[in-house]
């Protein structure tokens, strides 16, 4: 066989398209095998993802069940929202929270100090590409087992819900969209854990924000307008605000191209983040070990 039966060039060496064509199969096969197993795994314990998803259901029935009563009290509505969009609000909102879920940061001392960390350095792929893809394939499953879910919700609530074309489907991007910005968000808060073994209060500094800033506590139309101009410049609104309201609406095509393409730079700057935080975190990584 020849150089060039075998390479594909006369040198018998990979040109750069070839090697970056070889790079993006391996990724490929390894999102795709991790997508696979995620799945399977997960419809084993699907039992378990029920009990789990049904546990996370009481979060926004409260919310629901306060701004429901609220609005009935000040005549029907609160802020333009009246009981069926609160309804429809908070049952697209159990999908979108369990979207968000992603690789803990406190998820960053075991493997720190078990040295589960060590084993993921000498894989041949970023760290990073391992959660990404099992994470999602989880995702899938989560999908399926919410539309049961919402239909009782939906039954129970009566949502107000009528959304254009463009809306389902800029929803079915915003919550992969939303899924990319706070795994890679949380990845970089779990990487505080390489500096410091004290990172609670940090943790939590974080998430009460998030809470306060995301949309996740309440529709941002009814937060007051400071509040609204500080979550314009975080992410946090990309990751529950905007993917809710992608399908529930209000909003227009305009307003759904533009928080989508923002939940595109948040991703952007978030992969820079993660790439720079990690080379400089694994200078200072001391595998430990019992």
Do not use: C
């Amino acid at each position: 066989m020849t150089a060039t039966q075998a390479g594909g060039t006369g040198t018998g060496t990979d040109t750069p398209t070839d090697l970056h064509e070889s790079g993006m199969r391996a990724f490929f096969r390894l999102y795709s095998t991790l997508f696979r197993l995620a799945i399977i795994e997960q419809f084993q314990y699907r039992a378990a993802n029920y009990f789990y998803m049904i546990g996370m259901v009481t979060e926004p029935i409260i919310y629901l069940v306060v701004w429901s009563t609220v609005a009935e009290a000040r005549g029907g509505e609160v802020g333009g929202l009246t009981a069926g969009a609160f309804a429809a609000y908070y049952i697209v909102w159990t999908l979108v929270r369990n979207m968000n879920i992603v690789f803990t940061p406190f998820g960053w001392e075991q493997r720190i100090r078990e040295g589960a960390l060590s084993g993921q350095l000498v894989r041949p792929l970023h760290p990073i590409h391992y959660d990404l893809g099992f994470f999602a394939g989880w995702k899938v499953v989560v999908i399926v087992l919410w539309i049961p879910l919402a239909i009782v919700l939906s039954l129970i609530f009566r949502p107000e819900l009528d959304p254009r074309v463009s809306q389902a489907v800029g929803f079915f991007v915003a919550i992969w969209g939303a899924y990319l910005i706070r795994s890679l968000l949380l990845w970089m808060l779990g990487m505080v854990t390489f500096w410091t073994t004290r990172v609670t209060a940090a943790f939590e500094v974080f998430f009460a924000a998030e809470l306060l800033l995301s949309g996740r506590l309440v529709p941002m139309q009814l937060m007051p307008d400071w509040v609204q101009t500080i979550a314009s410049f975080l992410p946090f609104e990309s990751t529950f605000g905007f993917p809710i309201t992608a399908l529930v609406g209000p909003i227009s095509d305009e307003e759904l191209v533009r928080g989508l393409l923002t939940q595109a730079m948040w991703i952007a700057l978030g992969a820079i983040g993660v790439s720079v935080m990690w080379r400089r975190a694994l200078r200072n990584y001391t595998a430990v070990s019992g």
